[in-house]
């Protein structure tokens, strides 16, 4: 497996615990090719990944604001936004994969 590598940002006032939410979703976007908006519609009651969120030592986010960075058809990394509400998250995660 390759090293992992990343970054964040923090806006100034912005909640620390954030941080750790939006590294959270940038991965499970990258580790299961998914937006986590839609990671999180199908781990509900019934639905086929329910249960999810408590494996890889709780790592795995599944609500809005991570999404999948694709080249060429290939997943290469993950982008996750944490701070507002989850349809402001996935707003500015959409925004910033659309800047890519």
């Known amino acids: 497996m390759g090293a992992e590598h990343g970054s964040h ?7 620390i615990g954030s941080v750790a ?11 299961f090719d998914i ?5 999180g519609d199908n781990s509900q009651p019934t639905q086929q990944f329910f249960g999810i969120q408590t494996t890889n030592g709780g790592r795995v986010a599944i609500f809005a604001g991570g999404v ?3 080249r060429d058809g290939i997943v290469v990394g993950g982008l996750g936004v944490s ?18």
Request: proline content about 2%; glycine content about 12%.
């Open 21 to 31: 939410i939006s590294i959270s979703k940038a991965w499970t976007s990258k580790a």
């Open 68 to 70: 999948p960075l694709v």
């Open 83 to 100: 701070g507002g509400s989850g349809e402001q998250d996935q707003s500015v995660a959409e925004a910033g994969l659309a800047a890519l």
């Open 35 to 39: 937006q986590t908006k839609d990671l």
């Open 9 to 15: 940002v923090r806006q100034d006032g912005a909640w």
